[in-house]
């Protein structure tokens, strides 16, 4: 995940907001993506932008893009136990006849304290 | 609502072996991707198909290929298998030109996980 970056950790305390944020380098970025990834499971999608969008709420998932600075972040309202997982930041670069792929962050680890 | 099926969920197999891994994307999806994720890491990109054709390589070895067959689902084949490939293997699946915005995401599915002792 060279091209995204985010950082490693987070702690909240439950009932608290998290906020979760994601650099990405590539202009060409059709659509960022957030996965949240729990111990040995899958990647589920969370939610994902647009990138000619600045933002989109889905009910405690706030997602707020800057394409100048090429910044994404995942704000969750009322953050719940069941919220501790690693969340990934990912790009869509689209080259062209179906061709594109998805690159990922590092994942944020975030740590929720009852 | 259908979501993207692979199998094993769970393989062991010893150096020099061979595996198969199977994905089954979610129906009318045209687009599948392979992406090898080791422990404590990102997920990596290997390949990815639309229409039965390879659209994009990442960082798959030539030790392994793959292919979308006709009903669209992928398998992902691994030869000389090595330490370093013991890792989860996740499949996605998208539409790659879907009529709205609303239909791009990208699903994937559960994992296989792949023990090479």
């Known amino acids: 995940g060279e091209d995204v970056e985010q950082s490693l950790f987070l702690s909240v305390r439950e009932g608290d907001s998290s906020v979760i944020n994601c650099t990405y380098t590539d202009s060409s970025s059709t659509y960022l993506y957030w996965y949240k990834q729990e111990p040995g499971a899958g990647l589920q999608l969370l939610t994902y932008?647009?990138?000619?969008?600045d933002m989109k709420q889905d009910q405690r998932l706030t997602v707020l893009l800057n394409k100048k600075d090429k910044h994404l972040s995942l704000r969750i309202a009322d953050t719940q136990t069941g919220d501790s997982a690693i969340y990934f930041c990912a790009e869509k670069v689209y080259s062209g006849a179906g061709s594109y792929q998805l690159t990922f962050g590092k994942g944020t680890k975030l740590s929720v304290i009852p | 609502a259908a979501g993207v099926i692979q199998s094993p969920r769970h393989l062991i197999k010893e150096k020099r072996e061979t595996a198969t891994l199977k994905c089954y994307p979610i129906p009318r999806h045209d687009t599948v991707y392979w992406y090898q994720q080791g422990p404590g890491q990102d997920p990596q990109f290997l390949i990815s198909f639309y229409e039965k054709m390879q659209s994009d390589k990442g960082s798959i070895p030539d030790r392994f290929s793959a292919q979308q067959f006709s009903d669209y689902h992928s398998e992902l084949n691994m030869s000389s298998l090595e330490l370093g490939d013991s890792a989860l293997y996740f499949c996605?699946?998208?539409?790659?030109?879907?009529?709205?915005?609303?239909?791009?995401?990208?699903?994937f599915g559960q994992g296989t996980r792949l023990t090479v002792v």
């Open positions: 932008i647009f990138s000619n969008m």
């Open positions: 996605a699946s998208s539409i790659a030109y879907p009529q709205s915005t609303a239909g791009t995401e990208a699903f």
